[in-house]
């Protein structure tokens, strides 16, 4: 077996299932989900009827770069959304689609790492735990870098010094993060596409979550819109991974895309076509439906928008909870241990959080996700006011 399964964590919802173990919730009370990252909301009707008259494409092997129409769709979505430069993004040399981009940021750390080079990987700490299990299994060590409060969340990247970023093969970024929420500003982008350049490694941006914000004036900045602002419109070194999971509320759809530097995903296509990846066609056919309105992307944004500010009304008077940047997670402090409050929060109101300690690791002297939890508001409205509602009666009493 590949010594390297040995170094993988258990994923946080399996800790999560050991913490609530044997535990009896209040039977009184409907269990309500906070802990994982779902997206409840309706799927848009026009994309599900469209899949189902495309019901015919499973007679057909699908290309592993996918068919020209979704990749010019992407294109389009991207250079509008992004406001890029016309013609800066071909849709035959800069996209692949994807079969969502939890399997693609993983298989792309495979194909990009040089593991004879004693590679590392940056992330930010806490993480999507893809980032983690990707360093180890391409042969990288992964090098966490802590987002606490002190900084809003964010990874201080000028902690990092030249002897790591000399290693560093792949930074992984999330923005808007997760669990966190906090957006990385367009400076930030751009100074690391210096350091990259400078230091020869690939940004890997992790953006599923950029299509839910609250400000409609402004939306979260991409890595490659600062890019094209420095005039690199090759987009050298940099990749970013986009998702109908969030933003369409697609999530079984398993449809996204890569898109970015042509040489780099050149090398990627090819190591994707060994592995065997092809997104069905009669999803890649309601995947252009679905990149190509925005209708129902702002209707999905003002129901997070309601569910925030009503659910914080409720919350912030008694917990240190505040509006994350954008995403659909509260990151929340809590008073004592995260674990403690995550299971006696089940036990006693039926909610299911996350502890915060479980999407991080011990570094630099400390876990920055000890004492938070994680609440995803995916539910129904309803559902997160109630969960509001108890969860200020639980920290009430």
């Known amino acids: 077996m590949?010594?390297?399964?040995?170094?993988?964590?258990?994923?946080?919802?399996?800790?999560?299932?050991?913490?609530?173990?044997?535990?009896?919730?209040?039977?009184?009370?409907?269990?309500?989900?906070?802990?994982?990252?779902?997206?409840?909301?309706?799927?848009?009707?026009?994309?599900?009827?469209?899949?189902?008259?495309?019901?015919?494409?499973?007679?057909?092997?699908?290309l592993t770069k996918g068919i020209?129409?979704?990749?010019?769709?992407?294109?389009?979505?991207?250079?509008?959304?992004?406001?890029?430069?016309?013609d800066s993004i071909n849709a035959e040399q800069h996209i692949i689609p994807v079969n969502g981009t939890r399997e693609a940021l993983f298989a792309f750390a495979q194909a990009v790492i040089d593991r004879n080079r004693n590679p590392l990987i940056v992330m930010p700490n806490p993480f999507y735990q893809i980032y983690e299990g990707a360093a180890f299994l391409s042969g990288a060590e992964p090098f966490y870098i802590n987002t606490t409060s002190d900084n809003n969340y964010l990874a201080d990247f000028d902690s990092v010094n030249d002897d790591t970023w000399s290693r560093c093969q792949l930074l992984?970024?999330?923005?808007?993060?997760?669990?966190?929420?906090?957006?990385?500003?367009?400076?930030?982008?751009?100074?690391l596409i210096k350091l990259a350049e400078q230091h020869d490694f690939i940004i890997a941006s992790d953006e599923c979550y950029s299509e839910i914000y609250f400000d409609e004036?402004?939306?979260?900045?991409?890595?490659?819109?600062?890019?094209?602002?420095?005039?690199h419109t090759d987009y050298s070194r940099c990749v970013v991974f986009h998702s109908l999971s969030k933003r369409s509320?697609?999530?079984?759809?398993?449809?996204?895309?890569?898109?970015?530097?042509?040489?780099?995903l050149a090398k990627f296509l090819k190591y994707r076509t060994y592995h065997g990846c092809a997104m069905p066609l009669h999803h890649q056919k309601a995947s252009i439906k679905a990149w190509q309105d925005e209708g129902h992307v702002e209707e999905n944004r003002a129901l997070y928008q309601k569910k925030f500010t009503d659910v914080l009304k409720i919350l912030e008077p008694v917990m240190d909870v505040k509006k994350p940047d954008a995403s659909f997670y509260l990151w929340a402090k809590t008073p004592a241990s995260d674990e403690d409050f995550a299971k006696n929060l089940f036990a006693q109101q039926n909610i299911t959080v996350l502890p915060g300690s479980y999407l991080s690791r011990e570094a630099h002297g400390l876990n920055p996700g000890r004492q938070h939890v994680r609440m995803a508001l995916v539910a129904s409205y309803e559902e997160c006011i109630e969960a509001a509602q108890r969860i200020r009666i639980f920290l009430e009493n």
């Open 172 to 191: 992984y970024i999330c923005s808007p993060g997760n669990p966190t929420g906090a957006v990385i500003d367009k400076q930030t982008l751009q100074k």
């Open 68 to 86: 020209a129409e979704l990749r010019q769709a992407i294109s389009d979505w991207l250079t509008q959304r992004f406001n890029l430069p016309i």
């Open 2 to 62: 590949n010594p390297e399964l040995d170094k993988l964590h258990p994923y946080p919802f399996e800790k999560l299932s050991i913490l609530k173990d044997g535990i009896t919730p209040n039977p009184q009370l409907e269990h309500i989900a906070l802990s994982i990252g779902e997206p409840k909301h309706k799927a848009p009707e026009f994309v599900l009827e469209h899949l189902q008259r495309q019901l015919s494409g499973v007679s057909a092997y699908p």
């Open 217 to 231: 004036s402004k939306p979260p900045v991409g890595l490659l819109e600062a890019a094209a602002e420095m005039g």
């Open 249 to 264: 509320n697609l999530p079984g759809l398993r449809s996204g895309f890569v898109a970015g530097d042509k040489k780099v």
